[in-house]
């Protein structure tokens, strides 16, 4: 009687281990590592995000719609500066590789709205500029802080020169910050 008890309560432990190594050993190890997503829209745009193995499609989710907001953001800032330089014969451009295009006179500006910089992968700012030779400029408009290794790893993908950086989380000072880059790029005198 005293062996089947033992042989019960052993096998109860089973399980209660089971659980403590999944937490402890498993949980841990997926959770420093990271799988690229692509999502591809109707219209051919796709999307790249970097995420932890472990997300599940909620979190997926949220991060698609975060990204989104942020871009709509963005544009919505865009569209105000097009508006205040009218005479310039300004545009903006969808295009499949950046988020925005602006033009003016043949001169292109790329425009990429990211609400987290730890979902980006630096080469993938390469992809903007490789994507469309035309590019002149990559303006990477970010909705957090950007870090200073995340920043050194793009300007090393695709040169210094041909990016700048907004960080503007929640939209601070965006419309400010495009409008004294695109002013300079495109040599516009401030309205």
């Not at 903006?92 to 790329?110: P, Q, R, S, W």
């Not at 400029?137 to 995340?150: A, D, F, G, P």
């Amino acid at each position: 009687m005293d062996s089947l008890i033992a042989v019960l309560a052993a096998g109860s432990l089973i399980p209660t281990i089971a659980i403590i190594i999944k937490k402890l050993v498993i949980d841990q190890v997926f959770k420093n590592i990271n799988k690229e997503i692509k999502i591809e829209s109707s219209s051919g745009k796709s999307r790249n995000y970097l995420v932890n193995a472990d997300i599940d499609e909620r979190e997926i989710m949220r991060i698609i719609e975060s990204e989104i907001d942020f871009e709509m953001v963005v544009r919505k800032s865009l569209n105000k500066y097009i508006n205040k330089n009218r005479k310039q014969k300004l545009t903006v451009l969808d295009d499949y590789n950046a988020d925005f295009i602006v033009e003016m006179d043949g001169k292109k500006v790329a425009v990429e709205a990211k609400s987290n910089l730890d979902n980006f992968k630096a080469i993938w700012a390469k992809h903007y500029i490789d994507g469309n030779e035309n590019i002149n400029e990559l303006i990477l408009v970010v909705n957090s802080k950007i870090s200073e290794q995340i920043r050194l790893d793009i300007e090393d993908a695709i040169g210094d020169s041909r990016v700048k950086f907004i960080s503007s989380p929640n939209g601070r000072r965006l419309n400010e910050s495009l409008e004294n880059l695109l002013n300079t790029e495109f040599k516009i005198k401030k309205v």
